[in-house]
């Protein structure tokens, strides 16, 4: 083999070009990048599933919390003392809408002494649900009720049942349309039975948010939790 021609295989063995190295920088970047940007889509996915998991958790736990009490509403351990379901009002102030619920039940007192139940109204066997800015708060030490408004759902402690870190509260909808009541409130058409007991059709909404980083406040995603229960009154019939 001559020289020229070993000289010419050498060259033809040659490393890659300058051009072809950025075509393949180029190449290797746009990989990367399509990579980077499924791999943050699949973890904001997660997030996004994982903060909606939550808020529907912590909706339904507080909707169960409010739909156990309120059906304990006017149990007493002596059957003829309608005191505690006399206790029953939702609040129509234009400052609380219908966000507020009272009621009443017999129950084993949290004083040191630990009396049973006894068939007495104590202060602490007043209980009421209302909507705090974002936040849903219950009481058990809510003072007297019985006359609508009076006292107000700012009367008593009241301490927050929902994690604001997992839901904001927006709506908090406590409505009686169509079920007796005799504290004031207008407009109510009676449900009653010919025998038996009457009742409260008591549908509570509860709506919350949970805030995702790509979405703004107006946009964030809501989800809406509705029941509707039974609860006796204080008109039974013969």
Not at 74 to 95: L, R
Request: with cysteine.
């Amino acid at each position: 083999m001559s020289l020229k021609t070993r000289k010419i295989n050498i060259d033809s063995q040659a490393g890659l070009t300058l051009i072809e190295m950025m075509i393949a920088m180029v190449l290797g970047l746009f990989v990367t990048a399509v990579i980077i940007t499924v791999f943050s889509t699949n973890v904001r996915s997660n997030t996004e599933n994982i903060k909606m998991i939550r808020l529907n958790q912590e909706l339904r736990g507080v909707m169960t919390m409010m739909v156990d009490e309120l059906k304990r509403h006017g149990y007493s351990s002596i059957s003829a003392n309608a005191d505690f379901m006399n206790d029953f009002n939702t609040y129509y102030p234009p400052s609380y809408s219908s966000s507020c619920v009272r009621y009443s039940y017999d129950e084993i007192n949290r004083d040191p002494s630990g009396s049973e139940i006894d068939g007495v109204k104590d202060p602490d066997e007043r209980f009421g649900f209302k909507l705090d800015g974002s936040t849903i708060k219950w009481t058990r030490n809510g003072g007297a009720i019985g006359t609508l408004g009076s006292p107000t759902c700012n009367t008593g402690t009241w301490t927050p049942i929902s994690d604001p870190n997992l839901a904001s509260i927006t709506t908090l909808d406590f409505d009686i349309t169509g079920s007796v009541n005799s504290h004031g409130v207008s407009g109510l058409t009676a449900l009653t039975t010919t025998m038996g007991v009457s009742v409260y059709d008591v549908t509570i909404t509860l709506t919350g948010k949970t805030d995702l980083p790509h979405s703004s406040d107006a946009n964030d995603p809501r989800r809406t939790v509705t029941q509707t229960i039974r609860i006796r009154n204080e008109a039974p019939k013969n």
